[in-house]
């Protein structure tokens, strides 16, 4: 079955590197996405990794993927006021084109 | 290039009523996918239409339908209308093929009373 799991809350300084978690069940996913979402606001797509990858950087943002442990995460570098959002992480399978997401975690960042 | 417009950006319907919600894809993007977001459910998949065909659905019932015309616009429609079909609406649109990168539009906000 299907199911992805993030933490619900994270406080992180501002300049400081913050890291959010997610974990998921299906080995069959083919793409693991990460979204922003802002007040008010649909969903800005951050970035993504394919499943045969370990590790993508762009920019300020890292992300990670452990397919033995089916846990994908998140680094976004010198964190600042802005970067203050619902992340969610989402994975979609190779046979159709439906995301699946998780609950999303609120990221704070405190000045 | 333009984003994914969404209309109408806000809805208020009384419970039994009918809805119907548009989405304008990016220019060139022939797959539309429509999620509902509620604080209890989180994001949720309702279908996916790709040139004029609905190649996905989720687990929602009957009253939830869409289509999808010719030139990738999508509509979709809630009849009998019930106060738990309160959300956010947000359609997702892609090129379909094997990245399925999807870009979201900013959502419909239905308030169902």
């Known amino acids: 079955g299907e199911d992805v799991e993030q933490s619900l809350f994270l406080s992180v300084r501002e300049g400081d590197s913050s890291v959010i978690n997610c974990t998921y069940t299906?080995?069959?996913?083919?793409?693991l996405y990460w979204y922003k979402q802002e007040p008010g606001a649909g969903l800005q797509l951050l970035t993504y990794?394919?499943?045969?990858?370990d590790m993508k950087q762009d920019q300020r943002l890292t992300v990670l993927l452990n397919k033995k442990d089916k846990h994908l995460s998140l680094r976004i570098a010198d964190t600042q006021t802005g970067d203050s959002a619902i992340y969610f992480c989402?994975?979609?399978?190779?046979?159709?084109?439906?995301?699946?997401f998780g609950g999303g975690t609120r990221v704070l960042v405190k000045p | 290039k333009a984003g994914v417009t969404q209309t109408p950006r806000y809805l208020i319907k009384t419970r039994g009523q009918q809805v119907t919600l548009s989405c304008s894809p990016i220019?060139?993007?022939?797959?539309v996918s429509w999620y509902q977001q509620t604080p209890g459910q989180g994001l949720q998949f309702l279908f996916e239409?790709?040139?004029?065909?609905?190649?996905n659905k989720g687990n929602f019932p009957g009253r939830f339908s869409g289509r999808q015309f010719s030139n990738s616009r999508s509509e979709m429609n809630v009849s009998t209308l019930e106060l738990g079909d309160s959300a956010l609406y947000l359609c997702?649109?892609?090129?379909?093929?094997?990245?399925?990168?999807?870009?979201f539009g900013p959502g419909t906000r239905l308030t169902v009373l």
């Open positions: 989402a994975e979609i399978w190779a046979a159709g084109n439906k995301l699946t």
């Open positions: 990794i394919f499943s045969n990858m």
């Open positions: 299906d080995s069959s996913s083919t793409y």
């Open positions: 239409y790709f040139s004029e065909t609905q190649r």
């Open positions: 220019s060139g993007h022939r797959s």
């Open positions: 997702a649109s892609s090129l379909g093929g094997t990245n399925n990168e999807q870009f």
